[in-house]
């Protein structure tokens, strides 16, 4: 997963890793450390999800980033759905996708 994410984050041309970088998507520079050198014992579905969404990942690289960690975005569920529809749309604002989400009273992805 790790050796993945770096692919990722240099082909989308990610900055310099500060706890600043991701913003938005509320991850620190200790967790991105620790989940590129994979270095963490369990992984968290929505924070892949939030890095997926920060780094604008197409569907299909979203899939592969989740099934490597273990997860998938399930057509069953609802909240998985909605994030599945963004992404197909490459709309990746997080403020929008969690309005969504409160809007139908589902789980955020923080």
């Known amino acids: 997963l790790g050796k993945y994410l770096r692919q990722l984050a240099i082909e989308q041309g990610l900055p310099p890793v500060s706890d600043a970088t991701f913003g938005v998507a509320s991850i620190t520079k200790s967790y991105w450390s620790r989940l590129v050198n994979d270095k963490l014992p369990a992984f968290d579905k929505d924070k892949l ?9 197409n ?3 979203t899939l592969n980033l989740l099934s490597k960690a273990g997860f998938t975005l399930s057509e069953e569920n609802q909240k998985d759905v909605i994030i599945t529809y963004f ?4 709309n990746y604002d997080l403020h929008e996708i969690e309005k969504t989400l409160k809007e ?3 789980r955020s992805l923080y």
């Open 104 to 106: 139908r009273n589902l």
């Open 49 to 57: 999800i939030r890095i997926s969404i920060y780094l604008r990942l």
């Open 87 to 90: 992404i197909e749309i490459r």
């Open 59 to 61: 569907l299909n690289r």
